[in-house]
């Protein structure tokens, strides 16, 4: 397993977010992770990228234990991630946001800037060049000079997912990438999801978008009040019957 | 005939124009540190430890003078780091809430303490500092600051002002350079101080105290944030303006202040991003864009 929970429990307060949560991702695959509202499928993606500690539990990240660590060594292991009320740089450039997610693999030290080293401007040339190659693979380079807080909502999600792109992650952590995307937008996600898997990245998304979530993923996990329901292809868990009654309620007999 | 001319506006208007590079130095030092979206109001207490360090160091050591303004520089920013370290770990306003009570503790201090000469100021402090050296030290802190927003730490700064959370996931140690933005804002205040302590001839606790905190984070409203220059403009324009005004015919101190007050709430009102929004740029990388 390239990510595993193992009984992974986090409360706030008296609220159970997780309990005992357990299960894996195979690498190179999309991972789908639904339950209703609240059931805490953002928290757990939280505690993967290290902005919530988890209680108790492990997390296993291609076998080392990485519930301990802050966010940012979390991410310098290769994970990135989006956010479902998306986050950006909103007084930057969709261009600059993404040139800022290349934090962890540029260099853009000091002294050859001061010096005005014409390495310095190779570099920063190359990271232009690099960052213009993600917005195209997320469908917006035509924005990118249009300033962040000018975009539509798909728009903004899309730039949220060249920016974790840029970061160059193994595994990515995708907190309801197409809400609020028109039908084309999501066939072009789809396809880009799809083309970063090939490429040899793990995905772990979180989606409302039933029809979406069967089609991509090869596993699905289900959350109910903080507990795995099942983990399963889209078929077993389209059968399971906790989960029918966890979406749909049981009929009164 | 241009030299005579030269010479006699220098003679008049030579201290103003000292004070304007100061005053925009200082205003510097507090735009590194809210460059990273933290408020510190404790760059003037900084800009105090530097000129009373390197006043002492010249007055009774006899140390060179650009040693005593490197020590000047070096010792608020050690102290920086002290107090950093802790308190930026917490987001928030923790650090305006820890720097305005550092601020007071320095004053308190050297009103009362023998080496630094109390409420009466550190007299007799050679003068050393140039028109020539305070406008060179301004254009290189300038240009510094602006490569270094070009650099891995700019870019770090920037991402934090932005969102401090997004930022961390991006693989940004936050309080390392938070920290480092606190400290580096401490280390251009108190090399100022000690620039400004062989100016003048004497140094007073008052002039560092939370009102020259607070006329620092003005400069940098009304200038603007969005680019080095804004500060810079901002702190000419507010030192300037009482003296243009006496020209103009306007005595009255409160009068004065309330003129100040007028303009930066105008800016706050309508200008949100200062004055530098006049020049016209948008987002972090403006000079490279215009090839797209």
Known sequence: MFLEFEKISRSFGGLNALSEVSFGLEAGTIHGLIGPNGSGKTTLINVVSGITEPDSGRLLLAGRPIHRLPSYRIAALGVARTFQNIRLFSSMTCLENVIAGQHLRAGRALVPLLLRLPSARREERQSREEAMACLASAGIENRASALASSLSYGERRRLEIARAMALKPRLLLLDEPIAGMHRREIEEMENLFRSLVESGVTILLIEHNMPFVMRLCSRITVLHFGQTVTTGTPEEVARHPEVIEAYLGVEDR | MTVEFLSQFLAVYGSLINFIGVNALLALSLYVTLSAGQLSLGNAAFAGIGGYASGILTMHLNVPYPISVLAGAFLPAVVALLIGVPVLRIRGVFLAMATLAFGEVVRIAAVNLGITGGAQGLVGIPNK????????????????????????????????????????????????????????????????????????????????????????????????????????????????????????????????????????????????????????????????????
């Open chain 2, 129 to 292: 500092t140039t028109t020539f050296i305070i406008y060179g030290t301004l254009a290189a802190t300038t240009y510094f600051l602006k490569v270094l927003g070009g650099a891995r730490i700019g870019w770090s700064f920037a991402s934090i002002r932005e969102d401090e959370t997004a930022a961390k996931v991006m693989g940004i140690n936050t309080t390392y350079y938070k920290t480092m933005a606190f400290v580096l804002g401490a280390f251009i205040a108190g090399m100022t101080g000690a620039i400004y302590a062989h100016l003048n001839f004497i140094i007073t606790p008052g002039e560092f105290g939370f009102s020259a905190a607070v006329q620092l984070l003005i400069y940098n409203i009304v200038g603007g944030t969005r680019s080095v220059y804004g500060p810079v403009l901002g702190a000419f324009i507010l030192t300037a303006l009482p003296e243009v005004l006496r020209g103009a015919g306007v005595t009255a101190g409160p009068l004065r202040l309330g003129v100040n007050g007028v303009i930066l709430l105008l800016v706050i009102l309508y200008l949100p991003n200062g004055l530098s929004s006049f020049f016209g740029k948008k987002g972090k990388l403006h000079a490279q864009r215009d090839g797209e």
